[in-house]
């Protein structure tokens, strides 16, 4: 006969009791109509993410966009579901632009910063029920391999583990989550942003949840289309997460999501 679950016993323990299993997904929208100032408001990107059964946007915790563009009054873009935690762009490269957002049904935002520019985004949220927090970064990396780009993305990847640390001194439960368009290509593991990222993981402990996805961009280069792995998401929360992908007509990425398995309780 099956053991039964007993939320006063406890043998059991609830896995999300002390580490926060998120849904997040992450996606680039290369910056849908930014020529337009409603295109957002009714983009196909909003509406494919509310309406598709796969991740309707209602079940989201985090929500991180790249190239978006100058977002007209980004704060409504996706209420009531999703608030703006935060919205960053290179005023020197309008391609280089970032937008996170959060379920403000569950999540408290504690904080949030902006660490490079169109590129990364810090926030750190709070459980409104359990207390749990996470620390969450959205990136989006250089497209180029040049020696420029390499020393950019490398600031990136340094930067977030620093403040990996410094939040851990404070928060040694906090769940993390880093995610986004980091343009390396992990199908092409002999390239140097491709072993610059792997060795970021391996210094965070930081599993990529991702790895077993198909291609998440899709490109005609001349008379060739061209496929690459440059969406990832990566977090040191493994247990009952799992991922998944799917296309959106509007944009050249997929988009990628972990979240977590049913809830349940075990021995």
Known sequence: MAAQNNNNNPNFT?????????????????????????????SLTRTFLT???????????????????????????LRPDLELAAFSIDDNNTFASIATYYCQRKWRLLESEVLVAGRLSLHLLENKLQATKLLTFNVYG???????????????????????????????????????????????????KSKALRSFAAA?????????????????????VSHSKLDHIFTDNVARLEAGSFPNPDSDHHVIYVKPFPKEKIR
């Open 142 to 192: 250089p497209a180029g391999a040049d020696q420029d780009n390499r020393r950019l993305l490398d600031l990136i990847l340094n930067t977030i583990l620093e403040k990996i640390r410094l939040v851990k001194q404070r928060h040694p439960l906090i769940s993390c989550y880093i995610a986004g368009d980091f343009n390396v290509n992990l199908n092409d593991e002999s390239l140097p």
């Open 51 to 77: 309406t598709n059964t796969v991740l309707p946007l209602h079940t989201l915790d985090i929500l991180f966009l790249q190239e978006t563009g100058r977002i007209w009054l980004p704060q409504i873009l």
């Open 204 to 224: 965070g402990q930081l599993t990529e949840m991702t790895a077993d996805l198909p291609a998440t961009w899709k490109g005609v280069r001349g008379n060739k």
């Open 14 to 42: 609830d896995l999300n009791f002390n580490f926060s299993a998120a849904t997040v997904a992450t996606h680039n929208t290369r910056a849908l109509g930014v020529s337009d100032p409603n295109s957002h408001t009714k």
